[in-house]
């Protein structure tokens, strides 16, 4: 591609982000203290803080008590009185929650995100049922990225130490997926129909963590790149990157806005450039080829480069321990996932069957989170 | 090294390490006797090897951590809960429990309360299909080296159709719990050798002046976390335990009250709160016992 098309590009996709950022519908303009009524279906799982479900519906922010419990896809009507919240959102607290018939929603795409929400709800609870806490909640985090139902504690040490990211399921969660798939379609199918399935089983996996913008990403990456390889075309892994961020602006600007989505945008380039470099930089090549210990040093490293200036910019500062911190417990991750993957699905049929499978992780859980601790 | 012996050896290590984990963390033959650290709110753990009995919940979650460290991982039976009242304070962190936990036998009332954690409570009893027992004065129950007597109500409560499914509404309707539930709260007794307890919920000085023990007692819970009417200077004087513990957290109702900190400290009875200690822990193998540092 010449200079001046790919210059062209980038200037139309600018120009299609402006426009969609213009027909964008505006946050709905209220008064502090107005009284709403919203009726609509719950599109996310609420997540359990303390005593108190949080979620939000119609782009209101919704805290209200622990029980009734609601769950993704419950149609609800909510009248209360709207707060203004510290980061410019409306907030409605512990207003009037009813559960609706009318809005009763039996689209096909429905059903179908509401049974995998189901799944993800029933996986959780094989953990909880198997392990102590806080080991189930972070595997809960590790598999799904929940981040429901963590004690307080011990999720103010994750945030310290810099390891928070390792309950929010992202593309590292994707290629373990992918590769997992892959690898198990291939003993029986042909290449491109192995593809095919693994590209399922990872929006399958997108959804059941949850839809969340990291995993959403990376979904869209890992599909990206499967094309590609499935058209016989080598990855591109940078230009998959970026047309996942182009694409996810598209359906929602408000995202270039959002920490998470910045820092999982930054941490990825951040792999994908920077991490080579450090490989291959001659004077240390011998630390970060260490077995084991070399290549998580090096991808937190590279990782961190690229979202220490977000990090400044919004916290105001990084923890100098998180390098560390996570060089020490990131290997754990991909045995967690493959142990919690097994004992989830197993799980669903038979509890104790799952249970069983559970307590190896237990001891990686335990390890990983005494380092936390340590640390924190 | 090929992948495979990677994952040979990693899995080796793992099984290893965990059953030297389980051999480690085995519990010793002491009972102990737990006050959760869970804010305002009650939650009693006793344990003796593998057995554990649990009273109240605390408000939420907490309990939970509480559960964690003082249960083997491999161990995810709790033999007995007991609810003593419906009250957020008490009830709020049981669903969890009862998700996460096999539980052998629940004690409590049969009756209903309108919260809507009660509702979730009894859908999870339902669920797990845990068996409840409603309880009254003079029962006793031997449980792994330890004995329970039940010292209040007087009578049964309710009927233990309100925890099947499908029992219908107006039949719910008829066991409502009274306006008063702290006054129905369930008084229990524990003794092991020598050591004996009382955990009386939150009853007030009413119901307090017509418990009576046989025994004399080491340990006594204040009930209401300190609340001015309960732990009537009558009643502490004839308890006279060598230890009061104050269950209690950030709260707006002033527990633990000024009046039952000076009847304590009048009749020179030691006592400790779970929002200055944390966690308070008691060891005993039947003759002697103290506080865990």
């Given at each position: 591609?010449?200079?001046?098309?790919?210059?062209?590009?980038?200037?139309?996709?600018?120009?299609?982000?402006?426009?969609?950022?213009?027909?964008?519908?505006?946050?709905?303009?209220?008064?502090?203290?107005?009284?709403?009524?919203?009726?609509?279906v719950?599109r996310?799982?609420?997540?359990?803080?303390?005593?108190?479900?949080?979620?939000?519906?119609?782009?209101?922010?919704?805290?209200?008590?622990?029980?009734?419990?609601?769950?993704?896809g419950?149609?609800?009507?909510?009248?209360?009185?709207?707060?203004?919240?510290?980061?410019?959102?409306?907030?409605?607290?512990?207003?009037?929650?009813?559960?609706?018939?009318?809005?009763q929603k039996t689209g096909i795409e429905h059903k179908i995100l509401a049974s995998?929400?189901?799944?993800?709800?029933?996986?959780?609870?094989?953990?909880?049922?198997?392990?102590?806490?806080?080991?189930?909640?972070?595997?809960?985090?590790?598999?799904?990225?929940?981040?429901?139902?963590?004690?307080?504690?011990?999720?103010?040490?994750?945030?310290?130490?810099?390891?928070?990211?390792?309950?929010?399921?992202?593309?590292?969660?994707?290629?373990?997926?992918?590769?997992?798939?892959?690898?198990?379609?291939?003993?029986?199918?042909?290449?491109?129909?192995?593809?095919?399935?693994?590209?399922?089983?990872?929006?399958?996996?997108?959804?059941?963590?949850?839809?969340?913008?990291?995993?959403?990403?990376?979904?869209?990456?890992?599909?990206?790149?499967?094309?590609?390889?499935?058209?016989?075309?080598?990855?591109?892994?940078?230009?998959?990157?970026?047309?996942?961020?182009?694409?996810?602006?598209?359906?929602?600007?408000?995202?270039?806005?959002?920490?998470?989505?910045?820092?999982?945008?930054?941490?990825?380039?951040?792999?994908?450039?920077?991490?080579?470099?450090?490989?291959?930089?001659?004077?240390?090549?011998?630390?970060?080829?260490?077995?084991?210990?070399?290549?998580?040093?090096?991808?937190?490293?590279?990782?961190?480069?690229?979202?220490?200036?977000?990090?400044?910019?919004?916290?105001?500062?990084?923890?100098?321990?998180?390098?560390?911190?996570?060089?020490?417990?990131?290997?754990?991750?991909?045995?967690?996932?493959?142990?919690?993957?097994?004992?989830?699905?197993?799980?669903?049929?038979?509890?104790?069957?799952?249970?069983?499978?559970?307590?190896?992780?237990?001891?990686?859980?335990?390890?990983?989170?005494?380092?936390?601790?340590?640390?924190? | 090294?090929?992948?495979?012996?990677?994952?040979?050896?990693?899995?080796?290590?793992?099984?290893?390490?965990?059953?030297?984990?389980?051999?480690?963390?085995?519990?010793?033959?002491?009972?102990?006797?737990?006050?959760?650290?869970?804010?305002?709110?009650?939650?009693?753990?006793?344990?003796?090897?593998?057995?554990?009995?649990?009273?109240?919940?605390?408000?939420?979650?907490?309990?939970?951590?509480?559960?964690?460290?003082?249960?083997?991982?491999?161990?995810?039976?709790?033999?007995?809960?007991?609810?003593?009242?419906?009250?957020?304070?008490?009830?709020?962190?049981?669903?969890?429990?009862?998700?996460?936990?096999?539980?052998?036998?629940?004690?409590?009332?049969?009756?209903?309360?309108?919260?809507?954690?009660?509702?979730?409570?009894?859908?999870?009893?339902?669920?797990?299909?845990?068996?409840?027992?409603?309880?009254?004065?003079?029962?006793?129950?031997?449980?792994?080296?330890?004995?329970?007597?039940?010292?209040?109500?007087?009578?049964?409560?309710?009927?233990?159709?309100?925890?099947?499914?499908?029992?219908?509404?107006?039949?719910?309707?008829?066991?409502?719990?009274?306006?008063?539930?702290?006054?129905?709260?369930?008084?229990?007794?524990?003794?092991?050798?020598?050591?004996?307890?009382?955990?009386?919920?939150?009853?007030?000085?009413?119901?307090?002046?017509?418990?009576?023990?046989?025994?004399?007692?080491?340990?006594?819970?204040?009930?209401?976390?300190?609340?001015?009417?309960?732990?009537?200077?009558?009643?502490?004087?004839?308890?006279?335990?060598?230890?009061?513990?104050?269950?209690?957290?950030?709260?707006?109702?002033?527990?633990?009250?000024?009046?039952?900190?000076?009847?304590?400290?009048?009749?020179?009875?030691?006592?400790?709160?779970?929002?200055?200690?944390?966690?308070?822990?008691?060891?005993?193998?039947?003759?002697?016992?103290?506080?865990?540092?």
């Amino acid at each position: 591609m010449s200079p001046r098309n790919k210059l062209l590009i980038i200037l139309l996709l600018i120009f299609l982000l402006i426009l969609r950022w213009k027909t964008l519908p505006s946050l709905p303009g209220f008064l502090p203290g107005q009284e709403v009524r919203i009726s609509d279906v719950l599109r996310e799982e609420p997540k359990i803080i303390g005593s108190s479900q949080r979620f939000s519906l119609a782009r209101i922010e919704i805290k209200t008590f622990r029980y009734p419990k609601y769950h993704y896809g419950d149609p609800l009507v909510i009248t209360g009185t709207l707060k203004k919240g510290a980061t410019g959102t409306w907030i409605l607290e512990y207003p009037e929650i009813k559960e609706t018939s009318q809005l009763q929603k039996t689209g096909i795409e429905h059903k179908i995100l509401a049974s995998i929400s189901a799944w993800r709800r029933r996986i959780e609870k094989v953990y909880r049922f198997s392990l102590p806490e806080p080991q189930a909640s972070l595997m809960a985090g590790i598999v799904l990225g929940s981040k429901s139902g963590f004690p307080s504690d011990f999720y103010q040490a994750l945030r310290q130490t810099g390891t928070l990211h390792v309950v929010v399921a992202s593309g590292m969660n994707i290629t373990l997926v992918a590769i997992f798939l892959i690898n198990f379609f291939l003993l029986f199918l042909n290449r491109r129909l192995a593809l095919f399935f693994a590209f399922l089983g990872i929006w399958f996996y997108v959804i059941l963590a949850g839809g969340e913008a990291p995993v959403f990403r990376a979904g869209i990456m890992g599909s990206l790149a499967f094309i590609a390889q499935g058209l016989g075309k080598e990855k591109a892994a940078i230009r998959g990157l970026i047309f996942a961020g182009v694409l996810m602006l598209f359906i929602n600007p408000h995202y270039l806005f959002d920490l998470g989505f910045q820092l999982s945008f930054a941490a990825t380039a951040g792999i994908l450039i920077v991490y080579p470099k450090i490989k291959s930089f001659k004077k240390t090549r011998r630390i970060f080829s260490l077995p084991g210990f070399g290549d998580n040093l090096a991808s937190t490293l590279a990782a961190q480069t690229l979202t220490l200036p977000i990090m400044v910019f919004s916290f105001g500062g990084v923890n100098p321990i998180s390098p560390l911190v996570n060089t020490l417990v990131l290997w754990t991750i991909q045995w967690i996932m493959a142990i919690g993957a097994m004992a989830g699905l197993l799980g669903l049929f038979n509890q104790n069957l799952g249970q069983i499978i559970c307590l190896p992780a237990y001891v990686l859980l335990t390890f990983f989170i005494k380092a936390v601790e340590l640390f924190a | 090294m090929t992948i495979k012996l990677k994952y040979l050896y990693g899995g080796f290590a793992l099984i290893v390490a965990l059953v030297l984990g389980a051999v480690l963390v085995y519990p010793d033959q002491e009972l102990h006797l737990i006050f959760c650290d869970v804010g305002q709110g009650d939650a009693i753990l006793i344990t003796k090897g593998t057995t554990q009995v649990l009273i109240d919940g605390g408000p939420n979650q907490k309990v939970l951590s509480c559960l964690a460290n003082h249960l083997p991982f491999w161990d995810r039976t709790i033999e007995m809960i007991i609810l003593t009242h419906p009250d957020n304070d008490h009830l709020g962190g049981l669903p969890d429990v009862i998700e996460r936990y096999n539980v052998t036998q629940l004690l409590s009332h049969s009756l209903i309360s309108e919260s809507a954690i009660f509702w979730a409570f009894r859908d999870k009893i339902i669920d797990k299909k845990v068996p409840v027992y409603s309880p009254k004065a003079g029962d006793k129950i031997q449980l792994g080296g330890f004995a329970l007597k039940i010292l209040s109500p007087q009578e049964r409560m309710g009927d233990e159709l309100v925890w099947q499914k499908g029992t219908d509404e107006q039949v719910l309707g008829a066991y409502a719990y009274p306006d008063n539930t702290n006054e129905a709260s369930i008084v229990t007794f524990l003794s092991y050798g020598n050591f004996d307890v009382l955990l009386p919920g939150d009853i007030s000085s009413q119901i307090e002046g017509v418990i009576e023990v046989e025994k004399e007692i080491e340990v006594l819970k204040i009930a209401h976390h300190g609340s001015k009417y309960s732990s009537s200077e009558e009643y502490l004087e004839r308890m006279s335990p060598d230890l009061a513990v104050i269950s209690v957290g950030k709260n707006s109702y002033g527990h633990p009250t000024k009046k039952v900190l000076e009847r304590l400290e009048n009749l020179g009875i030691k006592m400790l709160r779970t929002d200055l200690e944390g966690e308070i822990e008691i060891s005993t193998n039947g003759k002697e016992w103290g506080v865990i540092k």
